[in-house]
């Protein structure tokens, strides 16, 4: 009998049982996926939980999303209760069992930032991701992301709060993301997460007024994708030489796509705007990319990481 390709990658220390990652953002505090008849946590590696910060926020006022040809708009503003409520109500009632959860950080200063990684290093989240580069709110976030030194800044706050891996969300709008990417990793994160939404905006014809109330917001979906992978590229140099992962995500809704953002040198795969399209798309893009890893003779997913051939 043929062994079937293994799916398990290992990402920042940790053991993920498969390559896919679900975005923060885009299932909730990880209690919305499993209302989803036919979903099975075996299908993913680990869940990011929606943006948190220090104190609650509300978000901001509608419109917040909006549908645009092939993505979509979103400035919700990070609402959240806060992270100590996240800790102390939500993160009980998750099925860490079955599947592990990252908590997402936000702040609008690297010690609001530091104080989240405290709260959170004492909860069952088996890593942070670090959301430096949030384009729909009005302070923090991309302010930090677009600005090298500030990202490493935020990382140093993060790093002596906690032992558990941190990951740094990295902004496509940034100048040099490269240059980024090198000091945040000598700040001390474990991992990347490559790329954040882009900015963009839309329009009211009628009225003449912008579509989201935030006026910009953070565009995903298939259509960044070709961006993802450029930055990804970009990336991949700086991380391999410190031996840093890539959580690679972007317009993925397929197997051909994860397949592209794994040879541009994705270790990981992020799920987000896709499960509106398929809210199981999980479970068919694992069955394709095992045949894929069968028909090219690769005995693993992270065989494949990283093999562009360029000329």
């Not at 997460?193 to 935030?214: C, K, Y």
Request: hydrophobic share 40%; proline share 6%; net charge negative.
């Amino acid at each position: 009998m043929t062994q079937l390709p293994d799916l398990s990658v290992s990402f920042a220390g940790l053991t993920l049982q498969t390559p896919l990652v679900l975005l923060s953002g885009c299932v909730g505090f990880g209690e919305e996926y499993t209302r989803v008849e036919g979903w099975d946590n075996r299908d993913i590696g680990a869940v990011i939980l929606k943006g948190t910060t220090l104190e609650p926020r509300m978000g901001n006022a509608p419109h917040r999303v909006y549908e645009t040809p092939s993505g979509m708009l979103n400035a919700i503003g990070l609402q959240n209760p806060g992270a100590r409520y996240v800790v102390d109500h939500i993160l009980p009632e998750l099925p860490t069992g079955e599947t592990q959860f990252w908590a997402n950080a936000n702040g609008t200063s690297p010690e609001e930032y530091g104080e989240v990684a405290r709260i959170f290093d004492d909860s069952p989240v088996t890593a942070i991701e670090i959301n430096i580069s949030c384009p729909n709110v009005k302070e923090g976030g991309v302010h930090f992301g677009n600005d090298p030194c500030m990202a490493a800044r935020v990382v140093e706050a993060m790093r002596p709060h906690t032992s558990k891996p941190l990951i740094t969300k990295l902004s496509p709008n940034s100048a040099d993301i490269a240059a980024t990417a090198r000091m945040v990793i000598e700040a001390g994160t474990d991992g990347l997460s490559v790329i954040n939404t882009l900015v963009g905006m839309a329009v009211d014809i009628e009225n003449r007024t912008p579509v989201i109330d935030n006026i910009s917001g953070g565009l995903s979906g298939p259509c960044i994708k070709p961006v993802a992978l450029w930055k990804i590229h970009q990336t991949r140099a700086v991380a391999a030489k410190h031996h840093i992962p890539i959580l690679g995500q972007g317009g993925i809704t397929c197997a051909k796509d994860a397949i592209e953002f794994a040879i541009v040198g994705s270790d990981a795969i992020g799920i987000g705007t896709g499960l509106f399209y398929d809210p199981l798309m999980c479970g068919k893009l694992l069955g394709d990319m095992s045949d894929y890893l069968e028909r090219k003779k690769l005995n693993s997913y992270s065989d494949l990481v990283g093999t562009l051939a360029t000329k």
